[in-house]
């Protein structure tokens, strides 16, 4: 069991989680939100989760990406804890769990009004389902061509803010790609920054990382890129809501949507750091506190909002 927990990386889960919370808190902003809706869409988001990282110890396992020269924990087949065959199962058992969970999420939020809505999101889950499997997984796996940063952006920002803002409101609005693109533009970062770190072994493997592909300090360039660009796309988000929250400009709860920016000072610190690292493998430092960032900023954003 312990094996099992470590090869769940349980860690990884917060950051997949942000993206969730901001939905709910931008529908509770709006007075949609609902309680069952929210635990389901976590729960399934989890199981995502945990799906991802069982079949990307999976594939890089047997693709031999992970070796001795891999940073950071070790993986599960790696390091002989589970076997391939073992892990092969935990990945199937994993599905029809991630899938149950999901059809349970849909139908509690679209039947018996919104027959046609619920086939769409089986749909977009079944896609989520694949995109978690052949980011390593398969002949012709996108992570290793330098496509992981597209689909976690899709996938981590607009799908899980967006897609779970819809099961409350049953409506989508355009403006709220600004924050969906803000989650999805952090949860990158995390990924650039797990390549950043893994670039001299992914080389050796041939996995062609988007990191990989721009070269160690053009990927830093990137990272502050990816790191500054929430706060200006979220910002922008309250000024076209302005009216909606600002009641007078000299009351103090008018600045609580802005209460988001407390994070540009540790997000700075943060981007300095990682800026002026010069060996891979000391990145694997900024991994968690640029992960715990992501989920703070999604929550700070989201109550700013909603409180």
Known sequence: MKNWIEAARLR????SLS???????LAKWKGDFDGIIFGLSCLTT?????LSNFANDYGDGTKGTDNELRVGPARAIQSGAISQSAMFQGIVITI?????SSVALLWYAFIPTYKKEFFIFIG???ACVLAAIFYTMGKKPYGYMGLGDVFVFIFFGW??????DFLYSKTFTWDNLLPASAVGLFSVAVLNLNNMRDINSDKISNKKTLALRLGYQNAKYYQMVLMNLPFILCLIFLLIHQNEFIVKLES????????FFILFIPNTILRRKILYTKNPKDLDLYMKPTALLALFFAVFFGMGLSL
């Open 12 to 15: 990884t889960l917060p950051l």
């Open 19 to 25: 993206g969730i919370i901001l939905g709910g808190l």
């Open 46 to 50: 989890i199981l995502f989760q945990i």
């Open 96 to 100: 029809i769990l991630s899938l149950f």
């Open 124 to 126: 977009l889950g079944i």
């Open 159 to 164: 799908v899980s803010v967006l897609g779970s």
């Open 252 to 259: 103090w709860s008018s600045l609580k949507p802005f209460l």
